[in-house]
């Protein structure tokens, strides 16, 4: 299973498949944002642009999977929700990449998983 996207959220793969963490910009307000979107939730215009940032954060909630949604993944899995260090208002989600639980409040780092040339996955794992 790929993910699906859209018009909003396709330019982000392509960077995500690049190894880039980024997320939008407003270029009228200044506000972050992620998921990707056309208008700030803020000042409603459309002008944006990305911004990368660092890919660390603090794992803020989390669940076990026991359902096999995904062709090869042994479950259980977990699904950790990121709040980024470098945009407080972006959470992000993404499985976790070790065998110890997460612990609310862990500060965790991204890794880039390659799934193939044209989509990588971003997983977490506690801050080295
Ligand atoms: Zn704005």
């Known amino acids: 299973m790929r993910p699906v996207t ?6 982000w793969w392509e960077r995500a498949a ?3 963490f980024v997320v939008q910009r407003c270029d009228s307000c ?3 944002r992620f998921p990707a979107r056309a208008y700030c939730h803020r000042c409603r215009t459309g002008r944006w642009h990305w911004q ?3 890919p660390t954060g603090r794992v803020e909630s989390w669940i076990v999977s026991h359902q096999p949604f995904l062709a090869g993944v042994t479950e259980p899995y977990v699904v950790v929700m990121v709040r980024l260090a ?3 208002e972006c959470v992000m989600y993404g499985n976790w990449d070790r065998r110890e639980p997460p612990v609310a ?7 880039f998983t390659v ?3 044209e989509l990588s996955l971003i997983n ?3 801050l080295e």
Request: net charge negative.
């Open 18 to 20: 690049r190894h880039e």
């Open 86 to 88: 470098d945009a407080p």
């Open 6 to 11: 859209d018009r909003d959220s396709a330019e």
């Open 52 to 54: 990368p940032i660092g």
């Open 105 to 111: 409040g862990q500060a965790v780092q991204a890794v």
């Open 30 to 32: 200044g506000t972050l």
């Open 124 to 126: 977490w794992r506690p």
């Open 115 to 117: 799934v193939d040339e």
